[in-house]
């Protein structure tokens, strides 16, 4: 793969799936507009090339240069991060750089509020609050009561962007989740067993202290959206991305965001 570098600063995609004619993908997102319910609004941000090599080098995530539909053929069947200069990504790659609503998942990941669906309501359906009831055991996770009625806290509050789903629900008795205020409280993550802090996908490489605090570092600016496949972007390429769609699509559908 031929390798020009043309560009201090580029936008990063990683191509996440394709399904029912949508192209799912992760990007990098430094700042945000406020919308409404505490929800922020995000689009892809050019980044640093030579801070992004250096992260991905340290976490052990290969990514490659796109400057040509050639390239991003090649991308697509490679699975891994893309750095393309300006140029070509506000030319051939515009629907990717659109402004998404978003809410806030657990693991610090920012989803676009179209593909999170009723994750993005404050509503809790009662599938989802009867998971989290059985997860906890029926007890309050903050003091151990199992008496009186138990209410469900966001952790990373509504209000806050938080997302309505088992990954950010734990059940409270009423005084415990009066107490908890509208504040965020990271440690009922891990009295409910909730893993939180960083995309687990992320880290090729082992688990240590430093991959972890990039890890960490990278989740909080990573936005999670989709755009509809459309020739006049992706055009022939498509195909290529078609073909790794299956194995990347358990990512997606495991994070619960996958709607058809
Ligand atoms: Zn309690």
């Given at each position: 793969m031929s390798v020009v570098r043309t560009a201090k600063a580029a936008y990063a995609f990683r191509f996440d799936a394709t399904r029912s004619r949508y192209f799912y993908y992760r990007t990098i997102s430094l700042f945000s507009g406020h919308g409404e319910h505490g929800r922020d609004v995000r689009r892809s941000d050019p980044i640093s090339v030579s801070s992004f090599e250096f992260v991905m080098d340290r976490i052990g995530e290969p990514f490659m240069w796109v400057q040509s539909d050639d390239d991003l053929a090649a991308w697509g069947s490679r699975y891994s991060w893309m750095l393309t200069p300006a140029p070509y990504a506000e030319t051939?790659?515009?629907?990717?750089l659109e402004k998404r609503v978003c809410v806030k998942s657990p693991i610090g990941l920012f989803w676009d509020v179209g593909i999170r669906g009723r994750a993005a309501s404050r509503r809790i359906p009662r599938a989802v609050r009867q998971r989290v009831l059985t997860r906890d055991k029926n007890?309050?996770?903050?003091?151990?009561?199992?008496?009186g009625e138990l209410t469900m806290d966001h952790v990373i509050p509504f209000s806050r962007g938080g997302e309505t789903t088992e990954g950010n629900l734990v059940s409270l008795c009423q005084r415990c989740n009066q107490s908890d205020?509208?504040?965020?409280?990271?440690h009922l993550f891990a009295l409910a067993g909730l893993h939180h802090g960083w995309d687990p996908d992320l880290l090729k490489t082992a688990l240590t202290s430093e991959t972890k605090s990039y890890a960490v570092m990278l989740s909080q600016n990573i936005l999670v959206s989709r755009v509809r496949l459309n020739e006049s972007w992706m055009g022939p390429p498509w195909s290529a991305l078609d073909a790794v769609s299956t194995r990347a699509l358990s990512d997606v559908a495991t994070s619960g965001g996958a709607r058809s």
């Amino acid at each position: 793969m031929s390798v020009v570098r043309t560009a201090k600063a580029a936008y990063a995609f990683r191509f996440d799936a394709t399904r029912s004619r949508y192209f799912y993908y992760r990007t990098i997102s430094l700042f945000s507009g406020h919308g409404e319910h505490g929800r922020d609004v995000r689009r892809s941000d050019p980044i640093s090339v030579s801070s992004f090599e250096f992260v991905m080098d340290r976490i052990g995530e290969p990514f490659m240069w796109v400057q040509s539909d050639d390239d991003l053929a090649a991308w697509g069947s490679r699975y891994s991060w893309m750095l393309t200069p300006a140029p070509y990504a506000e030319t051939r790659l515009a629907g990717l750089l659109e402004k998404r609503v978003c809410v806030k998942s657990p693991i610090g990941l920012f989803w676009d509020v179209g593909i999170r669906g009723r994750a993005a309501s404050r509503r809790i359906p009662r599938a989802v609050r009867q998971r989290v009831l059985t997860r906890d055991k029926n007890r309050c996770i903050g003091c151990g009561s199992d008496g009186g009625e138990l209410t469900m806290d966001h952790v990373i509050p509504f209000s806050r962007g938080g997302e309505t789903t088992e990954g950010n629900l734990v059940s409270l008795c009423q005084r415990c989740n009066q107490s908890d205020g509208n504040q965020h409280h990271p440690h009922l993550f891990a009295l409910a067993g909730l893993h939180h802090g960083w995309d687990p996908d992320l880290l090729k490489t082992a688990l240590t202290s430093e991959t972890k605090s990039y890890a960490v570092m990278l989740s909080q600016n990573i936005l999670v959206s989709r755009v509809r496949l459309n020739e006049s972007w992706m055009g022939p390429p498509w195909s290529a991305l078609d073909a790794v769609s299956t194995r990347a699509l358990s990512d997606v559908a495991t994070s619960g965001g996958a709607r058809s």
